[in-house]
């Protein structure tokens, strides 16, 4: 067996990262004759924190709508566990056993912090259908709902106002709802975005939580928080893979310093 990688920056890779669990094949995405993504092709381990960076514009977003299947790719497949999922919808993909969150805040703030979980978690089964079943019905999906809260720490939140959440609350939320389905891949899209520094380390301490058992993959731009929890990076620019592998060996990478870190190599 492949001993584990680990540098003096950047998570060790764990032993059980053995396997591709998703993968991206020569993808493509055109807008109107502009290409997002350039030929991307990259594989995801099971069981690894896998960052994804790069400068503003260089695809990121798109590369994770086209792997959630918010987008479809010009040419190029997704697959996961080996299952071409690039042509599914975004609901099938998720009950294969990928989810994400988003850059843009996506609870109901109108509802309560429970209840943006219960909706979750009844999505799969026949009780959205029901239209005249009573909301004590959904009293069977507490005990999950709470479970889940607990797992991003907001087990004394249930019954506050989503709307009434802070942002790095509302982050934690939007996580407790992506971990509704069990996915296997779990995508996160710059989860500390706008965080203060107490916010920032709750975080990287609720994906350590939340990556025990599944795949995460993450676009992030703090390259401390990548530092802290990617096994391994891939560095996008224009579209197209420029660098992949362990933090130490990418942030020494004289394209990647050009392109991208510039004095933060030499940190």
Not at 103 to 121: C, D, G, Y
Not at 184 to 207: F, N, Q, W
């Given at each position: 067996?492949?001993?584990?990688?680990?540098?003096?920056?950047?998570?060790?890779?764990?032993?059980?990262?053995?396997?591709?669990?998703?993968?991206?094949?020569?993808?493509?995405?055109?807008?109107?004759?502009?290409?997002?993504?350039?030929?991307?092709?990259?594989?995801?381990?099971?069981?690894?924190?896998?960052?994804?960076?790069?400068?503003?514009?260089?695809?990121?977003?798109?590369?994770?709508?086209?792997?959630?299947?918010?987008?479809?790719?010009?040419?190029?497949?997704?697959?996961?566990?080996?299952?071409?999922?690039?042509?599914?919808?975004?609901?099938?993909?998720?009950?294969?056993?990928?989810?994400?969150?988003?850059?843009?805040?996506?609870?109901?703030?109108?509802?309560?912090?429970?209840?943006?979980?219960?909706?979750?978690?009844?999505?799969?089964?026949?009780?959205?259908?029901?239209?005249?079943t009573p909301l004590s019905r959904l009293d069977s999906l507490n005990d999950q709902a709470d479970?889940?809260?607990?797992?991003?720490?907001?087990?004394?939140?249930?019954?506050?106002?989503?709307?009434?959440?802070?942002?790095?609350?509302?982050?934690?939320?939007?996580?407790?709802?992506?971990?509704?389905?069990?996915?296997?891949?779990?995508?996160?899209?710059?989860?500390?975005?706008?965080?203060?520094?107490?916010?920032?380390?709750?975080?990287?301490?609720?994906?350590?939580?939340?990556?025990?058992?599944?795949?995460?993959?993450?676009?992030?731009?703090?390259?401390?928080?990548?530092?802290?929890?990617a096994n391994r990076i891939t560095v996008l620019q224009y579209g197209s893979v420029l660098a992949s592998g362990v933090y130490d060996d990418v942030r020494r990478d004289p394209?990647?310093?050009?392109?991208?870190?510039?004095?933060?190599?030499?940190?």
């Amino acid at each position: 067996m492949t001993s584990p990688s680990s540098s003096a920056h950047g998570a060790a890779v764990p032993p059980a990262a053995l396997d591709t669990i998703l993968e991206a094949r020569h993808l493509v995405k055109e807008f109107r004759g502009f290409r997002a993504t350039n030929d991307v092709t990259l594989g995801i381990r099971e069981g690894e924190i896998h960052a994804i960076i790069g400068p503003n514009g260089a695809g990121k977003t798109t590369l994770f709508n086209l792997l959630s299947g918010f987008l479809k790719p010009t040419s190029g497949e997704v697959r996961l566990s080996g299952e071409r999922i690039d042509t599914l919808p975004p609901h099938q993909i998720v009950r294969r056993g990928l989810s994400r969150s988003f850059q843009i805040s996506s609870v109901f703030p109108t509802m309560t912090v429970r209840e943006n979980v219960l909706v979750a978690l009844q999505s799969p089964t026949p009780l959205p259908h029901q239209f005249w079943t009573p909301l004590s019905r959904l009293d069977s999906l507490n005990d999950q709902a709470d479970r889940i809260l607990t797992d991003v720490g907001l087990a004394d939140a249930p019954t506050r106002l989503a709307a009434d959440l802070s942002h790095g609350e509302k982050r934690q939320l939007e996580i407790g709802i992506s971990l509704t389905q069990n996915p296997k891949v779990l995508l996160l899209d710059e989860p500390t975005s706008g965080m203060g520094s107490e916010g920032v380390a709750r975080v990287i301490d609720l994906v350590r939580q939340v990556a025990r058992g599944r795949t995460v993959v993450l676009v992030e731009h703090n390259m401390s928080v990548v530092a802290e929890l990617a096994n391994r990076i891939t560095v996008l620019q224009y579209g197209s893979v420029l660098a992949s592998g362990v933090y130490d060996d990418v942030r020494r990478d004289p394209r990647v310093i050009e392109a991208y870190l510039g004095d933060e190599a030499h940190a």
